[in-house]
């Protein structure tokens, strides 16, 4: 795709949520998707390789959650994959500071790169499972907000999640079109985590049916320490 294109593609969507974007973000998310496809030929990083696509389900996706992140905040994101949606709100946002941590470490190298390239400042990828990051002294409880997207159920999530945030931090579980089951599955997990379900916004990405739910929680009391479980535990038996 030329950049005239895409220019106009993002530039277009970010604006129907009210997101104006400057030329110095469009050129960064230009680059980031050039890289991201270039990558994805060598390490599987994404299964969405069509360039409307990744700005729709990738870029778009991600920023949505930008208005539920206060200025200057310090955020988690879990899971993060190729760097959704830690890395566009890093490029739209330069007051967060962003933790990205992923199980994989050539994953993590591929995030180093965008990072360098993109000349992104105050984020840094973390190579650790979810569990023992969270169970890490120098990070539990240490951020504002905790973030995943497509990563487990939200029992399992919330023990990944809740964790790392300070008593009235917030986890922004982002998640698809069909959530009240594993709403119900998870209340009990949430308030054994310290957690309370503040609101469910639900809503489509724009120009498109894509249903997707922001599920945001908010810390109420220290999590126990027994959790996070030890690794592979939280998704083999989530909280009841």
Partial sequence: MEYKVFQ?????ECEKMQIKLEETHIGKFYKYMQLLLEWN???NLTAITDPNEVILKHFVDSLTISKYIEDNS???DIGTGAGFPGIPLKIIREDLQITLVDSLNKRIKFLEEIIENLELKNIRPIHARAEEFGRNVKYREKF????SRAVANLSTLSEYLIPLVKIKGKIISMKGSAVDEEIIDSKNAINVLGGKILKIDEFNLPSSDIKRNVIII???K???????RKAGTPAKDPIR
């Fill in 8 to 12: 106009g593609i993002l530039k277009s």
């Fill in 41 to 43: 030929e060598k390490i």
């Fill in 74 to 76: 310090t955020i988690v």
């Fill in 144 to 147: 504002d907000y905790a973030t």
């Fill in 218 to 220: 908010e810390k109420i």
């Fill in 222 to 228: 220290t999590t126990p320490n027994k959790y996070p």
